[in-house]
């Protein structure tokens, strides 16, 4: 049985959600956002609480249930407050810098990474070793950050390289003489 499926959402001050048949919307100050949920998942909209319900008894239905109350709180903070997720940039002479509202990474190859923000993602670099990638859907922000990271991972011998603010690399020894 679920867990995280069984608590109701409470709608959060300043959020109204909507619920017609399986799509569920959400504004907010933010902006608006809509999920439609599986069909083997119930979902109703009670005194300003959303609870989320198999339709049946299958293993299909009860996978279903935690993952769409998951994605529903994802957008209820999502429209009231945001996401955001910061990259650590290690390495002689790696950095970035904005370049309208693209960003400009220098990563050690030849040339400059020109990476373009998709909608609804806004991309700041407040110091030239620092990324921050915000917006109000969860799985695009931390999408934006793994295509960043993507082009140059922390490698294990001297860390160089893109990774997570607070991310711990393993780090390895170097060849012995």
């Given amino acids: 049985m679920s867990r995280i499926g069984k608590r109701p959402l409470a709608v959060p001050q300043g959020v109204t959600a909507t619920v017609d048949g399986q799509t569920v919307t959400a504004k907010g100050p933010k902006g608006e956002l809509k999920f439609v949920v599986n069909d083997e998942v119930l979902v109703k909209l009670e005194n300003s609480e959303i609870s989320v319900q198999p339709r049946d008894s299958s293993k299909d239905a009860h996978s279903k249930w935690g993952m769409s109350r998951s994605q529903i709180e994802n957008i209820l903070i999502g429209v009231k407050d945001g996401f955001e997720r910061r990259l650590e940039i290690q390495g002689v002479g790696y950095r970035a810098a904005m370049q309208g509202k693209n960003i400009q990474l220098s990563l050690g190859f030849s040339h400059e990474v020109i990476y373009q923000a998709p909608e609804g993602i806004t991309l700041a670099c407040p110091k030239p070793t620092e990324i921050t990638v915000t917006g109000i859907d969860k799985q695009k922000v931390g ?31 170097g060849k012995k003489k």
């Fill in 143 to 173: 999408q934006v950050a793994a295509e960043i990271r993507e082009y140059r991972q922390p490698e294990p011998y001297k860390g160089k390289g893109v990774r997570y603010a607070g991310e711990k690399v393993f780090r390895k020894e």
